[in-house]
C-alpha cells in the first residue's frame, strides 16, 4: 500500500443491519477513493462481548454482496405483465415524477387512505423503517404495523409479565448457570453468538437440555433431547408444570410473586396426564428426567425460547405455558435465571423519543394502518390502488402466496418496490428502485437479542441513483412540492446527531466512542426485586391457560405431514442468494424422514407434488434424518427471482396467531404424492 492509498483509507463503526439476532458490531474498512469497490472488509469487533470477533459464515464477506454484479443500479420501469422482471430502465428522475404523478392522481381520486406503504426487518435500522414515515404521515397515507416473526409469543409474555422481556442472555454463562434449556431455538444455525455463549457455559459445567421438532446441532452437545411435533409445546410445557406441581415447586415464589397463582395450580391439577401422553407420543423417562433435572437444578436454570414454537394459531399462549415452567419454579430475578425470547421491550427504555424524532409523528396525526401479516388479504379489496414496498419481499415472506401473489397482479394497484436486487417481490412492482445498501447509509439499530444501541456510519456508494430509503421519500417530498417543510430538509447524518442529543449521556458517549452502548453487563439481573411492569408489579396468572389449542396431532390424517419452514444456515429469509447461490438447489427440496420416505412408497430424488388447501408445488425429495417421522421440511426464502415459483408459502395458512400481529406459518399441513 503506497502513502496515496494509506491516506484514502478510513474505517467507520458499522453495525450488521440484518434481522438476526446477532446485530454483529464492527469497524468497517473502506477507501473512500475507490472507483467502486468502496467498502474493502469488515472486522468484527473483539471489544463487543455478544459479537465476540466473529461473524457467522453467511455473512463473512458482505463486501462480495455489495458491489455484486447483479445488484440494481438504475431505476425500472414494467415492461411486460407483471409476474416477471420484465423492466426497461428508466432514469430515477423520471422514475419519482412518474411516481408523484401517480401519487398526485390517485390521492385525487380516491384518497390517500388508498395508498399504502409496506416495510417489514430487511434492514434493522430505526432509520431505514421509519425515516419514510415522515413522507406517509404528511401524505396522509395507510401503513402496515406488526410483523411476521415473534409477535404472538411476544403478546404471551407481556399478558404474564407486564413486558416480553425479562432476562439478560448474558446470564446463559453466569456461574450460577447450572442448567440450560433451549426450547424450539436452532442457536447453532440461527444465533452463533448465543450458541458460543452455551457452549461457554458447557465447559463451566452447566447442563442442557434441547426441545425441539429437529435433532439439530446443538442438540447433539444436549445431556437431554425431547423430541416434539410443531404445535404440541404447549402440551409438553403442561405435563412438566404437571409434575412439578405434584413433585417439587416454589410454593413461597408463587404466593409473593404471582397474582391468582391458586387459580393456576387448581388448572393444573386438572390436566389430564394420559391423554397429553398419548398425545405426544414422547417417552415418559425423557419427561421424567427433564423435571428431575428442572428440580435438581432449581433456581439456577435459565429457558431460551425460539420464535419456531409460537407460529402456531395458538402461538402467544404456547410461549405463555413454557414461560409457567421458569415461573412455577421461582426461576427469575436469580444469577442463572429467567426466560430469554425477544429481549427488545428493554430498548424502548430509550427508543421511543427516537421513533417519534425520526418519524416526526408530533407533525401529523397518527398514521392508520392494518397488520402486516394481512397485507395479502386487505389489497384484494377495491380499497388500495398505490403501494409503496422496502425492506420487505412480500412475495416470498407472507403466508399464503397464491393470494399475495394474485393481489399485488391486480392491475389497478400500481406497486412501488425499492431494492437491492430483483426478487419475487420487484416481479410485481411497476416501479423498482435502486437501494442503497445498509452500510451505505447512516442508520442506528436497536438489538432484540442483547439489548443495546449502534451505529452505521455510512461510507460512500458508488453508484449515484442508489438511494436509502429516507432519501427517496426525501426526494419525493420535494416532488410533491414539499420543500420548505423542515422535515424534509434534514439528511441522515443531521437526523442521527438529533436522536443521540435525546439519548441519556453515557448512552450517546458509548456510541460515539466505541459504536455501540449495552443495557446490561454481563452480571446484571433484570427485575431482581421481582417487581414487574404489571398493574400491581406481579406476575399475572389469571385466565385459562390449559385448555386452547386444537390438537393437531390428532387432526393430522394419515399420510399428512405436520409442514415446517425453518431458515437455511446459509440465508436470511428471502436474502444472500447471490454470493450463497452453491446452496440454493436446497430450496427445490422437501424433506423427510427416510421412514416416511420408504411408508410412501417414494425414493429420495424423485419429484413429488406436495399440496393443500393452499397450494400445491413440486419438490425433489430428500432426507432429513433429524426430523420426526409425521414431519416435513420446506426452507423458507427461495432467495432467487427464478421463474420456477418454488417457495414453501404457497402453503403455508394467512390465518394470523390469534394476538392478530404474526403468523401462523407452522400450523401448515401437507400431503405428498409421487408424481404420475
Ligand atoms: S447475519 Fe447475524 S450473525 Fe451474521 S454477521 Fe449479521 S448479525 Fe452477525
Same mark, same amino acid.
Request: hydrophobic residues 35%.
Given at each position: 500500500m503506497n502513502s496515496h492509498e494509506d491516506l484514502s483509507i478510513k474505517k467507520r463503526f458499522g453495525t450488521c443491519s440484518k434481522d438476526c439476532y446477532g446485530s454483529c458490531v464492527f469497524q468497517g474498512v473502506w477507501n473512500d477513493f475507490a472507483p467502486e469497490r468502496k467498502f474493502l472488509y469488515a472486522k468484527p469487533s473483539t471489544t463487543h462481548p455478544f459479537t465476540n470477533g466473529f461473524f457467522c459464515s453467511k455473512l463473512n464477506h458482505r463486501e462480495d454482496l455489495i458491489y455484486h454484479s447483479k445488484r440494481l443500479k438504475k431505476s425500472f420501469i414494467r415492461d411486460g405483465p407483471k409476474g416477471e422482471n420484465n423492466f426497461k430502465p428508466i432514469t430515477l428522475e423520471n422514475a419519482l415524477d412518474k411516481i408523484n404523478k401517480k401519487v398526485c392522481d390517485i390521492q385525487n381520486k380516491y384518497g390517500?387512505?388508498?395508498?399504502?406503504?409496506?416495510f417489514s426487518a430487511g434492514n434493522y435500522g430505526l432509520l431505514s423503517r421509519y425515516a419514510p414515515l415522515r413522507f406517509f404521515g404528511k401524505l396522509g397515507a395507510k401503513i402496515t404495523y406488526g410483523g411476521i416473526c415473534n409477535e404472538g409469543g411476544c403478546a404471551g409474555l407481556t399478558k404474564l409479565f407486564g413486558t416480553y422481556s425479562t432476562t439478560n442472555p448474558f446470564q446463559l454463562i453466569n456461574p450460577s448457570t447450572k442448567l440450560i434449556v433451549v426450547w424450539g431455538s436452532d442457536l447453532s444455525n440461527r444465533n452463533i453468538h448465543a450458541y458460543y455463549l452455551v457452549k461457554k457455559a458447557i465447559e463451566n459445567g452447566a447442563k442442557l437440555v434441547v426441545i425441539d421438532s429437529r435433532f439439530t446441532q446443538i442438540a447433539q452437545k444436549s445431556d437431554l433431547f425431547i423430541h416434539t411435533y410443531p404445535g404440541t409445546d404447549h402440551l409438553l410445557a403442561q405435563l412438566i408444570i404437571k409434575y412439578l406441581v405434584s413433585y417439587n415447586y416454589d410454593k413461597e415464589f408463587l404466593i409473593q410473586n404471582v397474582d391468582n397463582y391458586n387459580l393456576l395450580i387448581e388448572e393444573v391439577l386438572n390436566i389430564d396426564e394420559s391423554r397429553i401422553l398419548s398425545q405426544l407420543g414422547n417417552k415418559i423417562q425423557s419427561i421424567n428426567n427433564f423435571v428431575k433435572l428442572l428440580v435438581e437444578n432449581r433456581h439456577h436454570t435459565i429457558f431460551n425460547v425460539g420464535y419456531g414454537v409460537q407460529k402456531d394459531y395458538s402461538g402467544g399462549r404456547i410461549v405463555q405455558t413454557i414461560a409457567l415452567i421458569p415461573i412455577i419454579l421461582g426461576n427469575f430475578g436469580k444469577p442463572g435465571t429467567g426466560l430469554i425470547y425477544s429481549q427488545s421491550d428493554f430498548n424502548n427504555r430509550f427508543i421511543p423519543p427516537l421513533l417519534e424524532y425520526i418519524a416526526q409523528s408530533s407533525k401529523h396525526s397518527a398514521i392508520p394502518g392494518i397488520n402486516l401479516i394481512n397485507l395479502g388479504h386487505a389489497l384484494m379489496s377495491e380499497e388500495y390502488k398505490l403501494l409503496f &414496498?422496502?425492506?420487505?419481499?412480500p412475495a416470498?415472506?407472507?403466508? =399464503?402466496?397464491?393470494?399475495?401473489?394474485?393481489s399485488l397482479s391486480k392491475e389497478d394497484l400500481f406497486v412501488v418496490v425499492q431494492e437491492l436486487f430483483f426478487n419475487e417481490t420487484t416481479k410485481y412492482a411497476d416501479i423498482v428502485i435502486p437501494s442503497?445498501?445498509?452500510?451505505?447509509?447512516?442508520?442506528? &439499530?436497536?438489538?432484540?437479542?442483547?439489548?443495546?444501541?449502534?451505529? =452505521?456510519?455510512?461510507g460512500p456508494c458508488p453508484y449515484p441513483d442508489c438511494l436509502s430509503n429516507y432519501e427517496l421519500y426525501q426526494r419525493l417530498a420535494r416532488k410533491f412540492g414539499w420543500l420548505n417543510d423542515s422535515i424534509f430538509q434534514e439528511d441522515e447524518m443531521s437526523i442521527i446527531q438529533n436522536c443521540l442529543k435525546l439519548l441519556p449521556s453515557n448512552i450517546q458517549k458509548n456510541i460515539r466512542a466505541q459504536g455501540y452502548h449495552l443495557l446490561f453487563n454481563q452480571n446484571d439481573i433484570p427485575f431482581k426485586d421481582l417487581s414487574f411492569p404489571t398493574s400491581n408489579g406481579r406476575i399475572q396468572a389469571s385466565g385459562s391457560y390449559f385448555q386452547f389449542g386444537k390438537n393437531k396431532f390428532f387432526e393430522r390424517k394419515e399420510k399428512e405431514f405436520f409442514l415446517i419452514s425453518p431458515s437455511h444456515k446459509y440465508f436470511i429469509h428471502s436474502q444472500l442468494g447471490q454470493i450463497n447461490h452453491q446452496y440454493l438447489e436446497v430450496f427445490k427440496k422437501i424433506f423427510l424422514n427416510k421412514i416416511d420416505i420408504e411408508n410412501l412408497g417414494l425414493e429420495i430424488g424423485e419429484e413429488v407434488l406436495v399440496s393443500n388447501e393452499y397450494g400445491k408445488c413440486k419438490y425433489i425429495l430428500g432426507e432429513l434424518m433429524s426430523l420426526k417421522t409425521g414431519m416435513a421440511l420446506i426452507y423458507s426464502g427461495s432467495p432467487s427471482a427464478s421463474k420456477r415459483n418454488l417457495n414453501v408459502n404457497f402453503l403455508t395458512p394467512d390465518i394470523p396467531e390469534e394476538s392478530g400481529l404474526s403468523g401462523a406459518y407452522n400450523s401448515a399441513i401437507v400431503t405428498i404424492n409421487k408424481l404420475k
Open positions: 390517500s387512505t388508498s395508498i399504502i406503504a409496506a &414496498i422496502y425492506n420487505f419481499n416470498s415472506s407472507l403466508p =399464503n402466496q397464491n393470494q399475495i401473489r394474485q442503497k445498501f445498509d452500510l451505505e447509509s447512516h442508520d442506528l &439499530i436497536t438489538p432484540y437479542y442483547i439489548p443495546g444501541l449502534s451505529i =452505521n456510519e455510512a
